[in-house]
């Protein structure tokens, strides 16, 4: 029997990706891992093209994996930021109801945190809202004290540097791609640009391709990642001091973004957004990025016709306002009714690996499944960011049955 190079390979150098090495090694010395991205860096894609807040937990189903991972991961994110001196501030936020009709929303989130735990949550007044953000006009509103901002990028180097630290045989290789699988009798040899990596048991945290990998591996998976660009906007030096930090509106409960908000960043300003506009190039960071493979396969699955078909009347205003800066800023003035055109300069942007199932709806809930020596992460948007650490503590109990180990 041939010895593999490593015990474990894990595929995508992201936040999640990271955090799965870091518990693994972690609780266990002896095992030897491999993290494998493909790009020079890490947490180059989603993990580094977002908007850096510490979600609190309140937005998702009691019970929901959602729930359960977000709070616990962001009181381990904390401890974690804490100990190795990541920037990071438990800075609060507020959801505001500008309209009436957005009143049972507000009520419904303000519930779920409840029946979720989360600390100090309260109800506030118009009068309160102008107390904490002064510019900021809402008829009702929900105060969330234990909400954060964080370096990102900066938990992901961190979580890589431990992971090296905790065994010198585990490697981060960068620049490697992975574009197939081998599978032995025992052990799988994982195909690289630069190479073959053989292992015994491969974690797929690939984002963005999640997908794609886990049909490379053979899984029969029943939904695909359709890639979502949020776009920010950029507050000017001036113009930021009408924002002193989170404010969110209350979201379309049908879809599972939370709408444009206000975020003050760790490293300084303010940035505005992210909408959410379907994506014709899963890393495509630009209006008109174009990939004939990505969108064809998009375009094709019936799970996004439906998608389209049940929302195309959202879906082509999100469109009509990533171009035009004249709604954009509409929205924004929902809630900072001050906000003009001349305060806005454009930001970054970032793209969701949000999976939808062929009936067309969006999948809510992270979903990671087993699949023989394979467990392939194939749902983890926001907030996985902020639950990383525990949705990590989950797929390492996972291994240990899935790989018995
Ligand atoms: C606009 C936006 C705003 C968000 N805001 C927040 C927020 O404020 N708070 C929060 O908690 N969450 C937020 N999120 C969600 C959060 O960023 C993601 O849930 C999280 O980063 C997912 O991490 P990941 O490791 O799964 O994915 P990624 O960070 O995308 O990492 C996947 C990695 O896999 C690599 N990869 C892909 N294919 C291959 C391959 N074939 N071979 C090798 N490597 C491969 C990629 O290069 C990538 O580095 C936001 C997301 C977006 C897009």
Redesign the pocket.
Known sequence: MQKADFDIVI???????LATGYKIAGARRDISIAV????PT??????????????SGLYYKPGSAKAKTCTDGRKQLVAFAKQYGIPYEICGKIIVATHEKELPGLERIFNNGIQNGIEGIVKISPAEIKQIEPFCAGIAGIKVPCTGIID?VAVANKLAELIKRQNPENKILTS????GFDKRIDCTDVL?NQGTVSTRFVIN?????SDR?ARLDGANIKMKIVPFR?DYYDLKTEAQGKVKNLIYPVPDPQFPFLGVHFTRMVAGGVECG?NAVFSFKREGYGKLDFNLRDSWESLVYPGTLKLFFKHWRYGLGEYVRAFSKKLFLRQLQRLVPSIQGADLTPGNS????QAVGSNGAPIDDFVIEPHRNTIH?LN?????????LAIADHITRLASEQFKL
């Open positions: 595929i995508g150098g992201g936040i999640v990706g494998l991205e493909k790009e890490l947490a180059g894609h989603q993990t580094g093209h977002n908007s850096g807040v510490i979600h990102f490697h791609k992975v574009i690289t945290c690939a984002g963005l391709f990998i949020g992210p970032g793209v969701r690996a992460v983890a948007p926001s907030p996985a960011a902020t639950a990383c």
